[in-house]
């Protein structure tokens, strides 16, 4: 009877996978970056029907705007149908404008006025 030799073979070590490092994220300037751009319209950061006078408004970002290029406060509603706009000085302003277009349209207002006195 003959032995037989049995060989082992060498386990090589599995290759390290590189891992994968980390990019910082880019730092903030501090400034916003959002763009108000509703439907194709730059600076434009909502539109709605109003309840009271049936008529379309439009809140703008005057900074984005070309419309507004140059107005004093950054904020803008405007009376789409009939061409009137009030300038805001924050977001939550225009939105209650919003509200009570009245406030800011004078065709708005006598058209209220119009309607009111026939309810009545």
């Known amino acids: 009877m003959t032995a037989t030799k049995t060989t082992t073979k060498k386990a ?42 049936g008529t379309q408004l439009s809140i703008w970002f005057t900074a984005e705007a070309p419309q507004f290029k140059g107005a004093s406060k950054p904020w803008a509603i405007e009376c789409e149908d009939h061409g009137k706009s009030k300038l805001c000085d924050t977001r939550t302003e225009a939105r209650m404008h919003r509200e009570d277009p009245v406030t800011f349209c004078p065709t708005c207002k006598a058209a209220f006025k119009r309607t009111s006195k026939k309810a009545a």
């Open 12 to 53: 090589t070590p599995a290759k390290a996978e590189p891992t994968p490092t980390k990019k910082a994220a880019p730092k903030s300037s501090g400034k916003s970056t959002a763009k108000y751009n509703v439907a194709g319209y730059p600076g434009l950061a909502r539109t709605v029907r109003s309840r009271l006078s």
